[in-house]
RNA sequence: GGGCGUUUAGCUCAGCUGGGAGAGCGCUACCCUUACAAGGUAGAUGUCGGGGGUUCAAUCCCCUCAACGCCCACCA
């Protein structure tokens, strides 16, 4: 019989994609609606930069946000997910600076601040969006409707209201401090984003004279013999019994003569180094609080664009690089430089901008963090927020733990502008969240803002409040702040833990007193297939754009959920994204062999008693894996998921469900065909609603066509585990009818039989169920292994002498070819089995003989062992009998 | 220097509260069988990093060593 099937024999993507993400759209499909959970679900998408373009990590994020939210929403629960971008000062700026650079050749402080700033929302108009495209052919299904840009007038708002709050609460102040300076960006940069590499240098060891003892001279170790400079002391540590009685003296600095105390202080290691120290409070972080202690002056020696200054005047307008050689160099004439010595040691670098970071005293705005990083650590400890995997806490306590305080103001023009203003006329100073028009103390209008914008994480930090209106009261009212808030779940990857995640709990508790979301669900990081980082300058990496075009959307997507659990890496090799383009084609053929019997399919499945008993079966089945995927992706265990799902269709759906159907389909019993169209439709319906959350193109695309476009699979319920469906007595004939006919297929092929020639098999069973069940599918060994005749009897029946056979732990198989097999072949896999099954039931007769497993192991576990001692016994003897017919 | 993690089949990885080692990809042989060659059927492959301990029983728990990776940390 012809069966006709106008569908595409391989599914292609494209088109489907964009069809379904506009159907979507247009029916509001992701837009918050109350359902049967009467919770809400609520998630921020974290904001990519307005620079960014979509490269893996994005695309991992998007697939394991986007199947959570899919799944929340079949769930019944009201699912709001909110997009938007980040301004991303530092690395916006620098991308426009450039273009205009290149078109004008102007800089920045050409065009000035107004005119400069302008550009840059020019440009974010047009450009900004381009991720934001990227991210809806990933099939993102959040409501663009709150989407947020950081600089909206929302955010800025917030912004204004925290910085105002608590600077008036005095968390906020300015200070004169050492902070981390890059002089490539001419900006100060928070601890978190200086990045310590291991860096080549030397070791100068330098004389210094010692003005009252003449003759005598300390030698002093040094990384960085250009910062002499700025030396303000040399400093030996008081315990230290060679040089303890120079404290309070006077140490002469080569080249500039200037003359510095011996100081004592703890700080400095006897063992390391030659035990003295230059200390040089101006440039370098412990030498800052030597410093403060002992109450040294500080001297600059730099300019902003780390070039130095006319304190330092043999180097005058050299860069440390530089700088350094020249000073060797004059140290080697004056023959202070005794030694130069090979030295690794790390260096601060500028996450952004990878230069060398000078540490250089500014006045800089900073957050006192110290109250607010306890209530962060408490709400983890005390389980009002979870870490998934549960072992992120450690790293996210490691740092809040240890609070530092925040530098949070930069030297940019793009970004959040601090909300403080200063008088003209007198020296007032204050934080206002509305523009002042007067002095709050003179009341002169002569005012200016403070020039500095904001650390791009400060509102970052806020992303959870700002998205939700906070803190105007109409955008609340209209957002839903009270519904919404507090987030169910943040999903990030491990580096941003301090920068983002901590923030936010900071932030989020300060103003809320409710820690920001109940989870944090860690995902990896995507590497190459060898572990390595994408990165540029590799060339090694994965575009997924590329890869979408390439294999299709959900291919991807399934192929980063199944990387997806509780593991920090995903080494991602694209042969993986072809393997799993395969896996959505076998659904597709899947679809295309039910297509034609659709027409006979009725909607509800008929009663009970005319389910077949594969109908059990495979109904059992589904059910099983319904059950294990709502519970893997309660988990955040997308791989679990994935393996579930894709073992159904392929083992068990497609591989047997399939093929046992053809008989049917193919017979001539039209209430038997109608039945089983039903079944195979129903299972499909099941199939394709449990995938969609992580493909949910070409499954909307299938429940098209299983309901002739009248509903949308993303509305539907999601399938959930149902008891009346369970039937593990029938999966466990199930598993044995598989076994037997694997087993026949098995001896088929071991003596070389063609498909096409048919067999008669004699199976020997004492299993009376078994017998029953393999009675019943008799007609279906024909399709599934060609046979065409063949017996069920008990074990004690006279066999067949010379047969090819196998046995099983529950039957004998044999198939009769007097003459046509050879018979050391046969001996030989029958000597090969009886090893193996020895091997095995040695292990289990061990343990029966050993007393203390007797006596300890629990009753269940001792059952269990008889029992397989049993088996494999039986096994052994069939084996034997076999092998004696052979004699 | 402190902390975390990894080490299981050729590759990428799963293995939950200890009880006969798993998946995908790859590989071998045979098959263009009317859903699918982006396929089917059958098959091979592991001293579960080394050593020690606890236990009747260890891939799983404890100790130790080794290799690799990551994060934090003051550029003497």
């Known amino acids: 019989m012809e069966i006709e099937n106008n569908l595409p024999k391989t599914f292609s993507p494209e088109g489907i994609e964009d069809k379904w993400y506009q159907r979507w759209m247009d029916a ?29 990590g994005h695309a991992l994020n998007a697939t394991t946000m986007d199947t959570l939210t899919r799944y929340k929403r079949m769930k019944g629960f009201e699912t709001l997910w909110i997009p938007g971008t980040d301004h991303a000062g530092i690395s916006t700026q620098s991308v426009v600076e450039k273009l205009v650079w290149k078109q004008e050749k102007k800089n920045r402080h050409d065009l000035g601040r107004e005119e400069f700033v302008k550009r840059i929302w020019a440009w974010k108009e047009e450009y900004g969006s381009e991720i934001v495209s990227q991210q809806k052919k990933m099939g993102v299904s959040c409501d663009w409707d709150y989407s947020t840009f ?55 060891y330098l004389k210094y004279k010692v003005k009252e003892e003449p003759g005598m001279e300390l030698i002093i170790a040094t990384t960085r013999p250009e910062t002499i400079f700025a030396d303000t002391a040399v400093a030996v540590n008081p315990n230290d019994e060679r040089f303890k009685d120079l404290i309070g003296k006077t140490a002469i600095i080569p080249i500039c003569n200037r003359e510095v105390p011996i100081i004592g202080d703890e700080h400095v ?82 996450e952004r901008s990878d230069e060398i970071i000078e540490p250089m005293v500014s006045k800089q705005w900073f957050v006192n963090t110290t109250a607010m990083s306890e209530t962060a650590v408490k709400a983890v400890e005390n389980g009002e927020m979870t870490f998934f995997p549960k ?213 509800e499945l008929p009663v009970k008693s005319e389910w077949h008993l594969h109908d059990k079966w495979i109904l059992a089945e589904l059910n099983t894996v319904a059950k294990k995927m709502n519970e893997s992706l309660d988990l955040y265990r997308y791989d679990d998921a994935c393996s579930e799902i894709y073992q159904y269709v392929y083992d068990k759906f497609c591989s047997w469900y399939i093929e046992l159907s053809k008989n049917i389909l193919n ?91 048919e067999i008669d098999v004699k199976i020997f069973t004492d299993d009376k169920r078994l017998a029953k069940f393999v009675y019943e599918s008799r007609h279906f060994l024909k399709d599934l292994a060609n046979v065409k005749s063949g017996t069920i009897r008990s074990k004690n029946a006279e066999k067949p002498k010379k047969s090819a056979s196998l046995v099983t732990t529950h039957c004998e198989i044999f198939i009769p070819l007097e003459g046509l097999i050879d018979i050391n072949d046969q001996v030989n896999r029958i000597k090969k089995d009886m090893e193996k099954t020895q091997a095995d039931y040695k292990k289990v007769e061990a343990k029966l003989s050993n007393m203390n497993f007797m006596a300890n192991a629990p009753e269940e576990v001792r059952t269990e062992v008889i029992e397989k001692a049993k088996l494999f016994q039986d096994k052994l003897s069939s084996l034997n009998e076999i092998l004696e017919s052979f004699q």
């Open 150 to 204: 950081t600089l909206d007038e929302i955010p800025n708002k917030a912004v204004k209201k925290f910085f105002v709050d608590l600077f008036n609460e005095g968390l906020i102040y300015q200070s004169d401090r050492l902070v981390n300076w890059d002089p490539a960006l001419q900006s100060a940069i928070s601890d978190a984003e200086v990045e310590h590499k291991e860096v080549k240098g030397f070791f100068y």
């Open 667 to 757: 017979g001539s019993n039209e209430k038997e065909k109608i039945i089983r169209a039903t079944m195979l439709k129903f299972c499909f319906k099941k199939i394709v609603n449990l995938l969609h959350p992580i493909t949910p193109f070409i499954t909307e695309e299938i429940w098209g066509y299983l309901e002739n476009e009248k509903s949308l699979l993303i509305a539907q319920e999601y399938v959930e585990f149902d008891h009346t469906l369970e039937n593990s007595e029938v999966q466990e004939m199930m598993n044995k009818f598989i076994d037997i006919t694997t087993g026949i297929r098995n001896i088929r092929s071991s003596v070389n039989l063609k498909p096409k020639d």
């Open 391 to 603: 072992g992120w806490e450690n790293t996210y306590f490691s740092w809040l733990r240890n609070p530092k305080d925040w530098c949070i103001s930069r030297q940019l023009w793009w970004g959040h502008q601090i909300p403080v203003y200063y008088c003209r006329e007198c020296d007032a100073k204050w934080a206002a969240e509305e523009t002042p028009e007067e002095c709050v103390e003179c009341k002169s209008e002569n005012l200016f803002q403070d020039p500095d914008v904001l650390d791009t994480w400060f509102s970052s930090g806020l992303w959870p409040l700002s998205t939700l209106g906070w803190p105007d009261e109409k955008a609340m009212k209209e957002k839903g702040f009270d519904r919404f808030y507090p987030n169910t779940v943040l999903v990030t990857g491990y580096d941003i833990i301090f920068f983002w995640v901590a923030r936010m709990m900071m932030m989020g508790m300060k103003v809320t007193e409710k820690a920001p979301f109940e989870h944090v669900y860690i995902h990896a990081i995507v590497r190459d297939k060898q572990g390595r980082k994408m990165s540029k300058s590799l060339g090694n990496g994965i575009d997924p754009l590329d890869m979408i075009k390439q294999y299709g959307t959900d291919a991807m997507r399934f192929t980063l959920a199944a990387g997806s659990g509780y593991n920090r890496d995903l080494n991602l090799d694209p042969e993986r994204i072809e393997g799993y383009r395969n896996f959505v084609n076998k659904l597709w053929n899947a679809f295309r062999f039910i297509h034609p019997y659709l027409d006979k399919a009725k909607d």
């Open 28 to 56: 509001q499909s992701f837009k918050p609606k109350k359902g049967k959970q009467n919770q809400t679900f609520t998630m921020i998408m974290p904001p990519p930069n307005v620079t960014g373009k979509l490269h893996m």
């Open 269 to 350: 290691d006897i063992e390391k180094g030659t035990g003295c120290l230059k200390v040089t409070p101006g440039h370098d972080f412990n030498d800052f609080e030597i410093g403060k202690r002992n109450d040294l002056p500080i001297i600059n020696i730099l300019n902003l664009d780390g070039t130095y200054n006319k304190n330092a005047p043999e180097i005058e307008g050299l860069k440390t690089k530089d700088a350094r050689k020249k000073v060797e160099e004059i140290l080697l004439e004056l023959g202070e430089l005794i030694e130069k010595k090979d030295h690794v040691h790390p260096v601060g670098h500028g």
